[in-house]
């Protein structure tokens, strides 16, 4: 019922940026969090950051607090990770989820907490 569908990707420069949009439908009029995950090699899918469906509060994770920064734009549907200071361990997959919250609040900050997923958005850094 949901779809998300996320692009963006491409190759970059260690050092360099990546903004990475993933663009949601469905029932968006109701309280929907997002978050951004990365898969770089084999099964587990690593969390990056969340942000709650008002976009007042976000997380991330320590490998990369204050160089990503998440935001949406509920009007347009989308949500988007502003990615500079790139390195090359940041090369992988990037996946964004969504997932109904019972609060606007509310930043999911693991795997199982969402449902809903994009197809992934390859990302990769040279070094």
Do not use: H
Request: charged share 15%; with cysteine; net charge positive.
């Amino acid at each position: 019922q949901v779809q998300l569908v996320d692009s963006g990707g491409g190759l970059v420069q260690a050092g360099g940026s990546l903004r990475l949009s993933c663009a949601y439908s469905g029932r968006t009029i109701s309280n929907y969090a997002m978050g951004w995950f990365r898969q770089a090699a084999g099964p587990e899918r690593e969390f990056v950051a969340a942000i709650s469906w008002n976009g007042g509060n976000t997380y991330y994770a320590d490998s990369v607090k204050g160089r990503f920064t998440i935001s949406r734009d509920n009007a347009k549907n989308t949500v988007y990770l502003q990615m500079n200071m790139l390195k090359p361990e940041d090369t992988a997959i990037y996946y964004c989820a969504a997932d109904y919250v019972g609060s606007p609040s509310f930043v999911p900050r693991r795997r199982y907490q969402y449902n809903y997923w994009g197809q992934g958005t390859q990302v990769t850094v040279s070094s």
